[in-house]
């Protein structure tokens, strides 16, 4: 039983944080040694294995716990246009903070934003789980954000939310097509 003790001991010593080399062998008296260095070369050891040990670690995501917590009970969802200044300190906030949201505009989809609103078209508009906030005001939302367990600051492995996305603009149609060069047919006028 001291022996299995000892081996633990051992092990225990010598597995740092990361990967180790482990080297087990039997010696010339029948007896088991476990070392991370392999067995001296004047020694009689017979059955000489290298083993490599993990380490324990549990594999997470790059947010803290609490801030999981808080984007699986209150997601944040954020609805902005190009609306200056207003908007501009509502996205900031939220970044300063490091708050993960869901940006949106509410011109993708404009009847869907006026049922949401009843009928308005105010941005910024906050949604804190179920809470709205329409407008900006850094206190409310502070209090808003604090309330369903957001951090203050950036945690490590924050990412900056991508903005909602705009359609592609199209290409401009040309009125009058330069002349084509001689012997070339004109392109077609683009409608």
Partial sequence: MTRI?????????????????????????????????????????????QRTVGASVIETSTQPYSVQQAVRNF???????????????????????????????????????????????????????????????????DTALNTAGYPNQPSPGYTVPKPAGAPAAAPPATANPAPAPDGAAAPAPVQ
């Fill in 5 to 49: 003790i000892a081996v633990l001991a051992v092990l225990m010593t010598v597995i740092p944080a990361q990967a180790a080399q482990l080297y087990r062998w039997v010696d010339d008296k029948g007896r088991v040694e476990w070392r991370d260095t392999p067995p001296p070369a004047n020694a009689k050891a017979k059955k000489v294995e």
């Fill in 75 to 141: 997601p944040v969802t954020l609805y902005v246009t190009n609306c200056g200044e207003g908007c501009d300190k509502a996205r900031a906030h939220l970044i300063r903070r490091g708050v993960p949201f869901n940006q949106k505009s509410p011109q993708d989809d404009i009847a869907g934003y006026k049922k949401l609103t009843n009928g308005g078209m105010e941005v910024p508009l906050l949604f804190v789980g179920n809470d709205r906030l329409k407008g900006y005001e850094a206190g409310a939302w």
